[in-house]
């Protein structure tokens, strides 16, 4: 069996979504093609060598409707002769593509794999595959009842763990000011490549808010309290999600280069990362965002590791309280979670978040010094993905 490798893994700068943002007017497969030539560029690999590239994106339609990664590294100008296939395990569709990648490097099917995303929320927003449609069949809807949004599965959790608006909005303070000191300490300089668009080169998030505090974030209304899902669901007696406690939707794409130990020593490669285990698993759909619980002990039994080996955690903070009832279960430190702040700073496109949080888990060890680090990411249906790395 073969033993992948991560090779380098680097992302875009977070485009805010709204008018004005870095990546509004930049259509997706470019945004990822100037991702991929980052890539094969900075590690000097032949691309005609790859043996795919996977690619993960959640909303498949529109702009991103034609195999984006394929679209993408044709227009890269990179060789016709190399594959893609797009993925979709909702926010860790490309979390999931790093680990299809890794399985197919162990199998002995290829050398190197491309695992990417991308996600263009200005041009397709979330929910455009679904408009005026009911992806949830009879059967479904006869075990579960009508499908609720993740907005109130975090309502859920909040009621659940007992999370105050007050703990939520700490937290997501917290998680743009940490972000805003890797900023400033450069300590993204070496995941972000720079972005090429009509009004110049793009090369800082623009989704940190660095005057954020929890009292601004107080002042926020609830966002998915009416009087329908009060009847419904008694036991929120405060609802408490609001645009700040949540993920801030974005544009973006990053990509992970896996290369097999055989193929690194002779192209004299330098490994960054290897991976120990990985994971992935359902729980109630109905709760939606509570998997990544269950997901990362069996993640560190698998291992053969206890919470205290691990050196940080990126939990992705679809909202508030899915990292802090992460925490509370699985007692982390919390020095060690979300160290670089999370999506709730860093923004959340979608199909391009979980090799995000792959490139900045590996970027903090790194700078840091750590050797294993751990990322889980929530998925729509109750679904989610688990992964250890070790720096080498």
């Not at 991929?36 to 900075?42: A, K, P």
């Not at 002769?81 to 299809?100: E, N």
């Not at 990362?296 to 053969?304: E, P």
Request: net charge negative; aromatic share 6%; proline share 5%.
């Amino acid at each position: 069996m073969q033993t992948p490798l991560i090779i380098d893994a680097i992302r875009s700068p977070a485009g805010r979504i709204k008018a004005g943002g870095a990546f509004t007017e930049l259509h997706p497969t470019e945004l990822l093609g100037q991702v991929l030539q980052h890539l094969i560029q900075r590690n000097g690999i032949d691309p005609g060598e790859v043996g795919d590239v996977i690619t993960g994106c959640v909303s498949q339609v529109g702009e991103q409707s034609a195999t984006p990664g394929r679209v993408a590294w044709l227009g890269a100008g990179f060789p016709e002769h190399v594959p893609s296939t797009t993925i979709d395990r909702k926010c860790g569709s490309s979390q999931q593509a790093i680990a299809f990648a890794a399985q197919a490097i162990m199998a002995g099917m290829h050398d190197i794999v491309i695992a990417c995303g991308v996600e263009s929320m200005s041009q397709v927003p979330m929910g455009s595959a679904r408009i005026d449609r009911n992806p949830f069949g009879p059967s479904y809807a006869a075990r579960y009842g009508a499908q609720i949004s993740q907005g109130v599965a975090a309502e859920r959790m909040a009621a659940k763990w007992n999370l105050s608006r007050e703990d939520l909005d700490r937290y997501s303070a917290q998680s743009h000011q940490r972000a805003a000191a890797a900023a400033d300490s450069e300590q993204f300089a070496r995941e972000i490549v720079g972005i090429r668009t009509a009004a110049g080169l793009i090369e800082r998030d623009e989704s940190i808010r660095v005057d954020t505090t929890a009292e601004k974030l107080g002042q926020l209304r609830a966002s998915f309290a009416d009087e329908m899902l009060r009847e419904r669901f008694p036991e929120i007696t405060d609802w408490r999600i609001t645009a700040g406690n949540s993920s801030q939707m974005t544009d973006g794409a990053s990509a992970v280069l896996l290369v097999s130990e055989r193929l690194a020593t002779r192209l004299n490669l330098k490994p960054r990362a290897r991976f120990v285990a990985f994971d992935v698993r359902g729980d109630d759909p109905m709760m939606m965002l509570t998997a990544p619980i269950a997901s990362s002990r069996a993640v560190l039994r698998k291992a053969g590791l206890h919470v205290s080996d691990i050196d940080a955690f990126e939990v992705n903070e679809a909202f508030a309280p899915v990292p802090l009832a992460w925490l509370n279960e699985l007692g982390a430190d919390p020095q060690r979670l979300n160290p670089s702040g999370g999506a709730i700073a860093l923004g959340h496109p979608l199909g391009a978040s979980g090799a995000r949080l792959t490139t900045t888990l590996l970027n903090w060890l790194e700078v840091n010094g750590g050797r294993y680090g751990l990322q889980t990411m929530c998925e729509a249906g109750g679904m989610a993905n688990s992964m250890i790395i070790e720096r080498i």
